[in-house]
């Protein structure tokens, strides 16, 4: 696709419920990130997808977050029995191999209630 | 660990203003910064220094990095209301197979008429 598309756009998830959240990358992009931005704060790191190779996942908060790309495209975050403290937008970017420019979606606001 | 801090943290300024906002960092295996503009959700890209001293430019903005003393500034000429907006520097580093960006909490820029 054109860019990196983020679904949902906005999700309220009652505390303990699970989520997923999804990410379709940039057609061709090898590699994929996801990130956490509370509010007021800059994107913090989560976890780094290499095709379907998730290389990193040194920034997962707790093992509630759990990320896959099984085909080396689309990716999902699944958080699992949320906590309000999981509240943030989540934004995933993506690049070519080996190259330098990420390209961010637009992300989706989770709200926890 | 890596570390991004940019300063000020906010910022307000009226049309017309120059302003300069600062990005440190102490990275290992830096790779290249970058700077984003944060509107509503999505960063959008705005520059990425890979060299040290060579200025980037486009319109009235511009960036320059200094790699001996890790630190990069993003300058704005003739500001205007349009430039209101969060300001992220982020570092990339590279290790043991798998990328990074740190980014720092942000510079909160204002620009009122």
């Known amino acids: 696709g054109a860019g990196v598309s983020q679904s949902p756009r906005y999700k309220v998830a009652k505390r303990g419920q699970d989520v997923a959240l999804r990410c379709d990358p940039i057609?061709?992009?090898?590699?994929l990130f996801w990130y956490q931005q509370a509010l007021g704060q800059g994107p913090e790191f989560l976890t780094y997808f290499q095709n379907e190779a998730q290389l990193d996942k040194s920034g997962l908060p707790s093992d509630r977050f759990f990320a896959e790309r099984p085909e080396g495209s689309v990716s999902t975050l699944k958080i699992q029995r949320t906590q309000q403290e999981d509240s943030a937008v989540y934004l995933c970017?993506?690049?070519?191999?080996?190259?330098?420019?990420?390209?961010f979606g637009s992300g989706t606001r989770l709200t926890v209630v | 660990e890596d570390k991004v801090v940019q300063s000020p943290l906010s910022l307000v300024v009226h049309e017309g203003d120059t302003v300069t906002l600062n990005c440190s960092y102490e990275?290992?295996?830096?790779?290249?910064l970058l700077w984003y503009k944060q509107e509503k959700k999505a960063p959008t890209f705005l520059f990425m220094l890979?060299?040290?001293?060579i200025e980037k430019k486009s319109g009235r903005l511009s960036s320059i990095l200094d790699k001996k003393e890790l630190f990069s500034i993003l300058n704005i000429t003739a500001t205007q209301t349009g430039d209101s907006a969060v300001y992220l520097c982020a570092v990339e580093a590279s290790g043991a197979g798998s990328y990074q960006l740190t980014f720092g909490k942000g510079t909160k820029l204002s620009v009122i008429p």
């Open positions: 890979t060299s040290s001293g």
């Open positions: 057609s061709g992009h090898v590699s």
């Open positions: 990275v290992t295996n830096f790779r290249s």
């Open positions: 970017a993506s690049k070519p191999g080996g190259g330098y420019g990420y390209t």
